[in-house]
């Protein structure tokens, strides 16, 4: 609880390939999410730690049952906003497009392009309320500078932004679109971080990506080509760092959900308040919720 008798907003972690639990939660409980977008990944995990409330979700389900097109990114961050969580660490296996991003290192993006084919898919609004939030920046600047000084805390191969860019998948690159994306001067390539930011930043969420390298894609003919068995150790290694750094991270985050995020519908809304469709209104109601007046 906070001094004034309201409750601190929640803290989100959605887990990557390999990590699938925080340990140290207490308090645990498994949380069954309806969402009017449908199912999310999975049960959401919430407990305490260190003081704070944390809700954790398996981006691919326990046991990796869920393809990157497959992700219902609509209902895991709409859940995610229904439970009061305002600040997210996304965890994601990426390949690194860059000599000097090794397996194993961790890259803080702070920057995204877009290859998915499913945008439609990557919005809350419509259905009769129009709504275009800022994305210039889509990266909470203030987490990502707290997970930077926590991992060089800790000692970890941390690299400060780089864009991320954002493939279909399943399938990975060919030796083409992967020195095709070198050329463009992207650094890291993966398969389901970007629509999560765009959710996040509708849901005013401040969101900040903890990239975990896994392998070289497939550009550096030197190395094996990246496929599920050659980054099995890699994926393992980069989940145990992530609980390591999550862990100290928690105890650091703030109490106040007063970032530039958390205020970006402010000038994001078009359609007048009066127009709002009351369905969609219900639908999309832990979004709205301080415009509305009842």
């Known amino acids: 609880m906070s001094n004034h008798g309201e409750e601190i907003p929640a803290i989100g972690v959605i887990g990557g390939s390999g990590l699938y639990e925080i340990e140290g939660l207490t308090g645990v409980e498994e949380l069954h999410i309806e969402t009017p977008f449908g199912e999310p990944s999975d049960l959401i995990v919430r407990g305490n730690f260190a003081g704070r409330r944390v809700c954790f979700l398996p981006r691919h389900g326990r046991g990796h049952r869920l393809l990157p097109t497959e992700l219902n990114h609509r209902a895991n961050l709409w859940a995610m906003r229904s439970l009061d969580v305002r600040w997210i660490i996304a965890v994601t296996a990426v390949g690194s497009l860059k000599e000097a991003y090794h397996p194993r290192d961790i890259v803080l993006p702070d920057q995204f392009f877009d290859r998915t084919s499913q945008r439609a898919d990557h919005t809350f609004f419509g259905e009769g309320i129009v709504a275009h939030v800022g994305f210039g920046d889509p990266i909470s600047a203030g987490l990502r500078q707290l997970l930077f000084e926590t991992a060089t805390a800790l000692g970890k191969p941390v690299h400060n932004g780089g864009t991320y860019v954002n493939m279909d998948g399943p399938a990975f690159s060919t030796r083409a ?28 969420i401040a ?36 609980r390591e750094i999550l862990q100290a991270l928690i105890p650091r985050m703030p109490t106040a959900a007063d970032w530039p995020e958390h205020r970006s519908l402010d000038s994001a809304i078009f359609t007048d308040q009066s127009l709002w469709p009351e369905p969609t209104t219900r639908k999309l109601a832990p979004l709205l919720q301080r415009f509305l007046k009842y």
């Not at 994306?181 to 993966?190: E, V």
């Not at 068995?229 to 980069?238: D, T, Y």
């Open 177 to 204: 679109e992967s020195e095709t994306n070198r050329k463009l001067g992207f650094d890291l390539i993966g398969m389901t971080n970007l629509p999560e930011a765009k959710l996040a930043r509708e849901a005013e």
């Open 207 to 242: 969101l900040a990506t903890l990239a975990m390298i896994t392998d070289y894609d497939c550009w550096k003919i030197e190395e094996e080509a990246v496929s599920a068995h050659s980054v099995i150790e890699h994926v393992q290694a980069n989940a145990a760092n992530a």
